[in-house]
């Protein structure tokens, strides 16, 4: 057998459902699935039972120990030559693992990962999120597709590391790397990393990319890219080589639209309680220098958003999910760079700790 899927699912059984359905329309067949119940309240396991006469299924149940232990369990009890690591909450074209055999055959590596999309029948929230992760105005596009600052030639700012919603490794070098380590968050860049240092060769499979759900409104969100903003650092005290450019840009932002409010505020004061009118002028001035450079960013991405997803609404919506992922992530790697890397504390940080899902 030459493909198994891994999937960790944590009270996700309608996403699993589509994500099995996705499965079974694969035009290549040589390939098996294993579902790692993660300790859910919900569980899925008659909706996999459902799928046992398409798909060469198998279904375990396991204690609460998150994604990144989970997709170890898996593992173990897989039987292909390459483990291909997928999020519950993602849907397959049907060519998908055709387009990843393709690959393999025509440039062999030892592993891999590809992009994400969003389809049609996501909601505008997920499709405004789905932009905000993977625009070239937010960032930069590293998460995958097509980008200037992501790449294996010379002057791309950042490799192309896989993520865990869409990554491929041969398993013999999984086990030899032992696997995901027990970060809480961030432990796919962990395994991205070692998967690099290891010497092994790691490609972007631009064409093998899926429809990813991804969180389902901005507080959930919020919560996501706080802690990958503070994993960053985390990953950076493991190892210090890691941290590049493009990881300060979302802290640069984040700073610079915090100067910008003060100066703001600064200028609605003098405007409304300055008693001559040069402080006011200069007050006036204030308020509309400091929201031009706002204003200007949110009209490129709500134009860029309206003409990716054909949609107004989806290209405002955008308009906030950017300023969360830049900010969310910005501030979370701020707070950690501050208690880790100036308070000197040594143990690895978490923001939201309730789940490993949410």
Known sequence: ????????????????R?????????????????????????????????????????????????PGQSRNYGAERSRGAFLIVLDSDVVLPEDYLAEVDKELVSNPCEAFGGPDRAHESFTPVQKAINYSM???????????????????????????????????????????LGGFSDMRFGEDIDFSIRIFKSGARCR???????????????????RQVHNSGIARINLYRRYPESLKLVHLLPAVFTMGVAVL??????????????????SQAVGFALCGLSLLPIALYSLIILVDSTIRNRSLWVGTLSIPASFIQLIGYGTGFLRAWWLRCVC????????FETTFYK
């Open 204 to 222: 972007l499979f631009p064409e093998a990319w899926v429809w990813h759900k991804r969180r389902t409104d901005f507080r959930k969100f919020f």
């Open 134 to 176: 993977t625009s070239f105005f937010t960032t930069g596009g590293i998460r995958g597709g097509s980008s200037p600052l992501r790449g294996n030639g010379k002057g791309a700012l950042d490799k192309f590391y896989p993520r865990s919603f869409n990554m491929g490794i041969k398993k013999s070098l999984y086990e030899q």
């Open 261 to 278: 409010l003060l100066l703001f505020m600064l200028g609605l004061w003098l405007l409304l309680f300055a008693s001559d009118h040069m």
């Open 1 to 16: 057998m030459k493909y198994s899927l891994i999937v960790p699912v944590y009270n996700r059984p309608d996403e699993v």
């Open 344 to 351: 000197g504390r040594n143990e690895e940080l978490q923001a």
């Open 18 to 66: 589509e994500l099995l359905e996705s499965l079974a329309r694969q035009t290549h067949k040589d390939f098996e699935v294993v579902v790692v119940e993660d300790g859910s309240e919900v569980r899925c396991e008659s909706v996999v039972q459902g799928f046992a006469n398409q798909l060469d299924v198998h279904y375990f149940e396991k204690p609460n120990s998150g």
